[in-house]
């Protein structure tokens, strides 16, 4: 049987012994009290998290996969995954290195990617969910509009939604100047997009009420190519000016991509059709705006890499030291 133990050794011997992390953050107004027993409590509770809660569902979530309903175009995802999300956000794990001003703890990033380690040796396509969530928190806390700041971001740091990075479509991937889906303005200082989005983790899940799709699309007067890229928040549900939830918007989920691996992670072919949305920075510039979530990704692509090689050399461990040679 598979197992995992989290590294919690290796873990407090590159924080404390080689970085001396508590150094530096005695340096930092905003974690100066934060000492050696803090940390060793919050890795010990998440690493807890990772391998009693997550870890189990892991083969389940691989063999089960997601579903899509086309008719209602909702996505299940496997079994156990939603109850985790439920206790993932009670535990207040959403809310780790978020700020304080929207309902955060604010603990250094360290500490959450050391996190986002033990979630990945345990889970990596459920840890997808959370994963992108904090990266658009990041791209809107740097980016968004005051409203957009008071009305998403406590709701992604408790957990009450998640969101998704909408870039990719089915004719360009990386080279992202010659993406189609168009934002059109309405006089109530909206917009109204059109296109379609492919390969959009977590564009449809089953976790929480709303999901926020930060989008790339252009606008009428956009120049060519990467300069005339925008960014706007889609809501799946469109939100009152109190922040509550409104009718569907028109952003769905058409089907889900077959993948060779992290099969409860869902792949999502995303469909805008007069899509209500708000423009996050400036007109033009969205690839700056989405580049601050895609860097946050790119660390986050680093810690699968770590997170599965650490249980990869455990359970590889395990065998080589139980298995019987010429017998």
């Known amino acids: 049987m598979p197992s995992y133990t989290p590294p919690l050794r290796d873990m407090h011997f590159v924080l404390h012994e080689l970085l001396h992390v508590c150094d530096d953050f005695k340096q930092l107004p905003a974690h100066a009290e934060l000492d050696q027993d803090t940390i060793a409590a919050v890795l010990e509770e998440g690493g807890k998290f990772a391998s009693e809660v997550l870890f189990p569902l892991n ?18 995802t496997p079994d156990g995954f939603k109850e985790a999300f439920a206790a993932f956000a009670k535990g207040g794990w959403t809310a780790l290195s978020c700020d304080p001003e929207y309902g955060g703890q604010g603990l250094p990033i360290v500490l959450n990617q050391c996190f986002y380690e033990m979630l990945n040796s345990a889970n990596q396509a459920w840890t997808m969910y959370p994963g992108l969530t904090h990266g658009a928190y990041e791209a809107l806390h740097a980016h968004g509009t005051e409203t957009q700041k008071k009305t998403i971001l406590p709701k992604l740091t408790n957990g009450a939604w998640t969101s998704t990075m909408c870039l990719t479509e089915s004719h360009c991937g990386t080279d992202l100047g010659l993406l189609r889906t168009k934002a059109v303005p309405q006089a109530d200082g909206t917009y109204r997009l059109s296109g379609s989005k492919i390969f959009i983790s977590s ?9 926020i799709h930060l989008v790339l699309a252009r606008l009428p007067d956009a120049p060519a190519g990467s300069k005339g890229i925008s960014l706007f928040v889609v809501s799946k549900f469109k939100l009152k000016e109190d922040g509550s939830l409104g009718e569907r918007n028109g952003i769905y989920c058409s089907g889900l991509e ?9 792949t999502c072919q995303m469909v805008l059709e007069d899509a209500e949305g708000t423009l996050v920075g400036q007109p033009h510039k969205g690839l700056a705006a989405m580049f601050v979530m895609m860097n946050v990704a790119r660390i986050g692509v680093g810690m699968q890499s770590l997170g599965l090689t650490e249980v990869a050399y455990q359970n590889a461990l395990a065998y080589a030291k139980d298995r019987i040679q010429s017998r």
């Open 203 to 211: 564009g449809d899940h089953d976790f929480v009420d709303n999901i």
């Open 258 to 266: 077959h993948k060779m691996g992290i099969n409860g992670s869902a």
């Open 59 to 76: 083969q389940i979530g691989d063999q089960q996969g997601c579903t899509l309903n086309h008719e209602t175009h909702a996505v299940k």
